[in-house]
């Protein structure tokens, strides 16, 4: 088997042609085919540098000790080199699942959505081209999230950030009111501004951003909240939450309104030109360039007294989803 050297790797990664098997049988896969690399940076210790610098940040973070590690790696070896370098990481930690899942006693119905991830990151892992995970990649911060346990699968196109909280600059966004409404929340509702589980939207998982799924996973948040009495409730920040959108994508209004209707507050951030809302409906296109339609991210706070009030309201067991009285027709999101 040959082996690349530092200052090929370019060359070297795209001609690999990854094989499926066993995570073991793909990681030995990549390790011979960089086994110099991985001599001079142990995966390990790469993992423990992760847990050290940031196993208590949100998914986006990344320490200057990580950064400084990568671009070591993308010195010696090319961008390419670190994308496998990540995938073989993301396989040890897949391994060690179940010795890293202890501290955050998960519910069954989320190991499981763990292994149906885990099942879809393999494959992705041993049969996709390079330039599947590269490290500046949304779909790979979400997975390597997953697989760090930084995040957990939420279910339908969800993952959850362990360690969110909002930015109390928001305030200071909507005017006198919106201070004060932020403020009282701030004070007695949520009683600061972390930490609070953040929902975001997997692009491999799309496909699943209906109603039905949607209140499936804030049950099992509310699930989470139950075994994690210190999460103060839930957050996000989106175009979608708009209260323009029940308007101009109809189909789209449940994702604001049933969370609205049972305690979770919303707060103006600003205009979001470049964050999907033009690139996904002809239709708010076409308002847009009619003059009509301004794409804006909402901040929602559900305090988590209310959400898990919501859960009993709408199942007769109130942290075991899927099961949902729904309030309005599933429906997915608008093209």
């Not at 600003?270 to 308002?287: F, K, N, P, Q, V």
């Amino acid at each position: 088997m040959n082996t690349v050297k530092a200052g090929a790797a370019h060359t070297a990664v795209t001609s690999i042609a990854p094989v499926p098997g066993s995570r073991r049988a793909v990681s030995d896969h990549f390790r011979e085919h960089f086994s110099a690399m991985f001599d001079e940076y142990p995966i390990d210790s790469y993992i423990r540098l992760l847990d050290e610098t940031g196993s208590d940040k949100s998914m986006y973070y990344s320490a200057p000790e990580v950064r400084a590690h990568w671009q070591s790696i993308v010195a010696k070896w090319g961008d390419e080199a670190l994308e496998i370098y990540h995938r073989v990481t993301m396989l040890e930690l897949m391994q060690g699942f179940e010795a890293r899942a202890v501290k955050h006693n998960y519910p069954n119905s989320i190991i499981q959505l763990f292994h149906q991830n885990f099942a879809r990151i393999e494959k992705n892992i041993a049969t996709g081209p390079v330039g599947t995970y590269p490290h500046h990649g949304d779909n790979f911060i979400k997975d390597f999230s997953l697989c760090r346990q930084t995040a957990f699968p939420g279910g339908g196109a969800w993952v959850v950030d362990h360690a969110g909280g909002f930015s109390r600059k928001f305030m200071f966004q909507g005017g006198l009111g919106q201070f004060l409404r932020m403020a009282r929340l701030y004070l007695f509702a949520t009683r600061g501004h972390r930490p609070l589980y953040s929902m975001h939207i997997h692009n491999e998982l799309s496909q699943g951003h209906t109603l039905e799924e949607r209140q499936a996973c804030h049950l099992r948040i509310v699930e989470m909240m139950a075994r994690h009495p210190e999460i103060k409730g839930m957050y996000g920040i989106s175009w979608l939450t708009d209260p323009l959108i029940p308007k101009v994508s109809p189909r789209l209004r449940w994702v604001r309104e049933i969370p609205e209707a049972n305690g979770c507050e919303y707060f103006r951030v600003g205009i979001d030109i470049e964050g999907g809302a033009l690139t996904r409906s002809t239709t708010r296109r076409r308002l847009f360039e009619e003059g009509k339609y301004m794409p804006t991210k909402y901040l929602s706070i559900w305090p988590r007294k209310k959400m898990m009030a919501w859960a009993r309201r709408v199942t007769s067991q109130p942290y075991a989803p899927p099961r949902v009285k729904h309030h309005i027709a599933p429906t997915s999101v608008a093209k």
